[in-house]
Structure formats: C-alpha cells, structure tokens
C-alpha cells in the first residue's frame, strides 16, 4: 500500500505539554476568539483544531522517532499553530494559507512568539492539478482554483518530512492525494479528523 497507516494511541490524552506550547496554544486560543467575533469576513473554510491533541501528537512522533527529516509544512494553516508548536520544536516549519486576513494573523503571532516560522498566501494544491479528474471526488473547502506557492517558498513538497492538515468531514481523500503525489518516500502526513483524532500516515 503506498500509504501505510500508523496507530497513534489515545494514551497520548495523557501526554504532558511543555509550558512553552501550553502558553502558546492558550495565546492562539484567546487571539482566535477575538478574530472570530471581531472580523467579519472570516472563511467559512477556517474552523480551528484541538490543539492540545495536536501537540500531543507531535509529542508521541518525536518520542516514537517517526521522522525522518526536519522540514515540516501545514496545509491550509489558519492561525498557524501547527506550524508554530513544530518551529517551537526547532523544525524549519512553513504554513500555507489561502486567505490573506489569516496569514496577516499566523505572521503576527509568530513575531509576537520570536519563532522563526514562515506562512505563505496561497494555494498547497499542486499547480495544474484538476480536483476532479486527478484527485477524485471534488472538494468544497478546499479552494482549488488558485496557483500553488511552492516557487515562492523554495522548498517543493517533495522536500518535507512532515505535512499536517484539517480536512473537512469526507475531504481528507484530497489532502492524501496531494500527499501521495507530491511528497517524498517516508514523508508523513499527520491529519486531524474531528471527534476521530489524529490520524498518522506514511508514504512508501
Ligand atoms: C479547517 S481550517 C484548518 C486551519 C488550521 N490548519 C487548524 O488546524 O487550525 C482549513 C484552512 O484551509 C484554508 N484553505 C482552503 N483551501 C486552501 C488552499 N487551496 N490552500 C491553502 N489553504 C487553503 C482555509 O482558508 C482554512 O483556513
């Protein structure tokens, strides 16, 4: 199978934060509220994570040594708190988001934070790519009109070893395309899936 699954236990309910990620998850929490109510042109595509699962997470990968490289890259990033708690934890990390209001948002807190984190305005779906004749299904949060940024960033998705993403409900077959696709042999694609969890994927 070219995507081999990889348990993640729910034990990690358990796992301890740091006080630096516990602080910079409480930071994003409270800034994303303010954005919510205050901003009126939010994207219906952003619904944020459950970021203590998420650390957690990226605890139990560490711990397991499931990485084989430094480089980590969110799709869809929103506030970008994936790609800040993997730059807390030294990883050359790089947020892709679409909506300008929200990379405004991931730079500022990243400032705020002094880490060294990167969000780029644009698309994570491979230019040329076609939703619907080369990856399946079509999707309905996941804008795939715009060009990819990758030129921008320097870096093509070949080149990281750690993805993280939030599908909606029923989209997480195109975020596993994109993935399978593009990134590199034993890359891994971490993704979110509401009261499911965190699910673990690698590519073979
Ligand atoms: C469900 S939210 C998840 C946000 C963040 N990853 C988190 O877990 O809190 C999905 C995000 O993907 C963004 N998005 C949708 N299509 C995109 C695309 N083609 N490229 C980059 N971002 C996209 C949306 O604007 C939204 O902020």
Redesign the pocket.
């Known amino acids: 199978m070219p995507l081999q699954p990889i348990e993640i236990p729910d034990t990690i309910k358990g796992i301890e934060h740091t006080p630096e990620a516990a602080d910079l998850i409480d930071v994003a929490n409270e800034r994303i509220e303010k954005f919510m109510l205050a901003e009126e042109s939010v ?1 219906d ?5 459950d ?1 203590h699962l ?1 650390d957690q997470a990226l605890t139990w990968i560490a711990q397991n040594h499931l990485l084989t490289g430094n480089r980590f890259c ?9 790609t800040l708690l993997t730059s807390l934890r030294g990883m050359e990390s790089v ?5 300008s209001n ?1 990379v405004d948002q991931a730079s500022t807190l990243a400032d705020e934070l002094d880490l060294s984190a990167n969000f780029y305005c ?4 491979p230019r040329g790519t076609s939703a619907t004749t080369d990856l399946g299904r079509e999707v309905e ?4 009109s ?1 060009g990819d ?1 990758y030129e921008e960033i320097g870096l093509g998705l070949e080149e990281f070893d750690l993805f ?5 409900p029923g989209e997480q077959h195109f975020f596993e395309a994109v993935f399978e696709r593009g990134a590199a042999v034993n890359a891994l694609l971490l993704s ?1 899936r509401g009261r499911d969890g965190m699910h673990l994927l690698r590519k073979d």
Not at 74 to 82: D, I, S, T, Y
């Open positions: 994207s595509n952003f619904v944020p994570c970021f998420l969110e799709f869809g990033a929103g506030f970008g708190v994936a947020g892709i988001e679409i909506e929200l644009g698309s994570f779906v949060n996941v804008d795939t715009e940024i993280f993403a939030f599908p909606w979110y």
